[in-house]
């Protein structure tokens, strides 16, 4: 009954619009997580994939849980610890872990197109528990794909095998574990949760790390340790904490429309900062991403 409560608290809340604290954290998933195609290729200078994703999220996740145990709050329980690390080696260590492998094979443009499937492989999971999306919802998420796919469009789409079957592995965890973390493994309330799953998560990549024995390069390059930094703070604390507060209180559609909008700030962000040249073309696939959007968050989807 509890359950049932708080979920047409939900639906009423999402009819209603979105809050002030939602729209602050799509802004941070769409531009902060868009910034961290960046970020990362400056730190792969001196930090390997699985060891940069496995630390930095291991100290957000540390950083925050300290925190709390500092101002005497409530720490998860065994359970949601239990859950914490599943969701995390879905999420952080197969998906993250899974990217990042593929990347060193596959080309950019086919990467972002894969991670542009999330969304409707989400909501294929869904279905699994009776909820499906709206029409203009599943029409955002269709139209929003057709634009990434146009702007990476012969762009990068060389790749080995093991990395098609990376990322592939990559998409399905990452959406499997968003899923399951909405509906079978409940997290700890709030920052506890967030801070529980990035540690089980990075000790996952860690491991991995550790397997593939990767190391560090020593003394790291200035510029690699700034990009470390800032994955941690806005890419680990901030934009990845309010994609899980996105996946606790909105649709799976909305909290991963990121997809459709990072691709284009990556774009914007080498056109700033590597001078870069846009095509006419690619402009019309931004347009195209900037209708899948409307579409989506134009009526959101009824809440089961």
Same mark, same amino acid.
């Given at each position: ?125 869904? @279905?699994?528990?009776?909820?499906? $999306? =709206?029409?203009?919802?599943? &029409?955002?998420?269709? /139209? +929003?794909?057709?634009? %990434? *796919? !146009? ?31 909405? @509906?079978?493994?409940?997290?700890? $309330? =709030?920052?506890?949760?967030? &801070?529980?799953?990035? /540690? +089980?998560?990075?000790? %996952? *990549? !860690?491991?991995?790390s550790a397997l593939r024995g990767e190391a560090p390069q020593w003394p790291p390059e ?83």
């Amino acid at each position: 009954m509890r359950r049932m409560d708080s979920t047409a608290n939900l639906a009423s809340s999402t009819r209603a619009g979105l809050s002030p604290l939602l729209l602050a954290c799509l802004a941070a998933t769409w531009i902060v997580w868009g910034s961290t195609y960046l970020a990362i290729k400056f730190a792969l200078i001196s930090f390997p994939p699985f060891l940069q994703m496995g630390s930095r999220f291991l100290v957000a996740g540390l950083s925050v849980l300290a925190w709390m145990a500092w101002r005497g709050a409530a720490m998860p329980t065994r359970r949601q610890w239990v859950h914490a690390l599943v969701v995390g080696a879905l999420m952080l260590g197969g998906g993250m872990g899974g990217v990042a492998y593929a990347e060193q094979t596959v080309g950019s443009g086919l990467v972002v197109a894969f991670i542009a499937v999330v969304p409707l492989m989400i909501a294929a999971l869904n @279905r699994l528990w009776g909820i499906r $999306p =709206g029409r203009l919802e599943l &029409a955002g998420i269709v /139209v +929003g794909l057709c634009g %990434v *796919l !146009m702007l990476t469009q012969g762009a990068g789409f060389q790749a080995s095998p093991a990395g098609l079957a990376a990322i592939a592995i990559a998409c399905a965890a990452w959406s499997l574990g968003s899923v399951l973390s909405q @509906r079978s493994l409940p997290l700890a $309330p =709030g920052l506890a949760g967030f &801070a529980s799953e990035m /540690v +089980g998560g990075g000790a %996952v *990549l !860690m491991v991995m790390s550790a397997l593939r024995g990767e190391a560090p390069q020593w003394p790291p390059e200035p510029a690699a340790v700034a990009a470390w930094a800032y994955l941690v703070v806005f890419g680990s604390l901030i934009a990845f904490n309010a994609y899980m507060l996105l996946l606790a209180r909105t649709s799976a559609a909305v909290a991963s429309s990121y997809t459709f909008v990072n691709p284009v700030i990556a774009m914007l962000l080498g056109v700033v900062v590597l001078g870069e040249v846009v095509t006419s073309f690619e402009w019309l696939a931004a347009g195209v991403v900037l209708v899948g959007l409307v579409l989506l968050f134009l009526k959101p989807s009824p809440k089961t």
